[in-house]
Antibody
Framework: QVQLVQSGAEVKRPGASVKVSCTAS?????VSWVRQAPGQGLEWMAW??IYTGNTHLAHQFQGRVTVTTAYMELRNLRSDDTAVYFC??????????????WGQGTLVTVSS | QSMLTQPPSASGTPGQRVTIACSGS????????VHWYKQVPGAAPKLLIY???QRPSGVPDRFSGSKSGTSASLAISGLQSEDEADYHC??????????FGGGTKLTVL
């Protein structure tokens, strides 16, 4: 059974940065980061090709997010960044591949 | 921020068939496959249907998906209490972005 294991919950002040790690027992092609604010739907943030390190960021996160094969970093945190952050594995090669396995989620709380 | 539109809620009684709709545009559902995820509160989403109508192994055939034009739907037949969850649709958008629906909370009465 494939597992993606993420780092633990974080509490940060506005303006700070947070790193959330994700380790998979098996990779296919790429890993995406998806977040979910309290009571809200899912929002895609970024994707990384785990073999080449190439990344692709959602427009609204460009300049504020860094993704590596080991973690996702979100900078200049705001209160509306409070959310559960998930990593998720591509099922197969190609854009539009669904996510077949997800990490357990990491709650990031931004509060002064 | 959702670019796909889902009803916020749906309900049914055990044994019934329910459907959940997902509406998009020509740049996402209209030109790319649709995927569905099931999410129990407090847990991570789980892939339920991919590429419009494919079930991963282990997903019962009570679950089915379809797509027509810029809309898709998820159907659950023989509704069971364990089907109570949030259901999310997703599609790749040609603007190089994943888009999700806002999620539909399914209640089994």
């Amino acid at each position: 059974q494939v597992q993606l294991v993420q780092s633990g919950a974080e509490v940060k002040r506005p303006g700070a940065s947070v790193k959330v790690s994700c380790t998979a027992s098996a990779y296919t092609y790429g890993v995406s980061w998806v977040r979910q604010a309290p009571g809200q739907g899912l929002e895609w943030m970024a994707w990384i090709n785990i073999y080449t390190g190439n990344t692709h960021l959602a427009h609204q996160f460009q300049g504020r997010v860094t993704v590596t094969t080991a973690y996702m970093e979100l900078r200049n945190l705001r209160s509306d960044d409070t959310a559960v952050y998930f990593c998720a594995r591509d099922r197969f090669y190609g854009s539009g591949s669904p996510f077949d396995y997800w990490g357990q989620g990491t709650l990031v709380t931004v509060s002064s | 921020q959702s670019m796909l539109t889902q009803p916020p809620s749906a309900s049914g009684t055990p044994g019934q068939r329910v459907t959940i709709a997902c509406s998009g545009s020509s740049s996402n559902i209209g030109s790319n496959p649709v995927h569905w995820y099931k999410q129990v509160p407090g847990a991570a989403p789980k892939l339920l249907i991919y590429s419009n109508n494919q079930r991963p192994s282990g997903v019962p055939d009570r679950f089915s998906g379809s797509k027509s034009g810029t809309s898709a739907s998820l159907a659950i037949s023989g509704l069971q209490s364990e089907d109570e969850a949030d259901y999310h649709c997703a599609a790749w958008d040609d603007s190089l972005n994943w888009v999700f629906g806002g999620g539909t909370k399914l209640t089994v009465l």
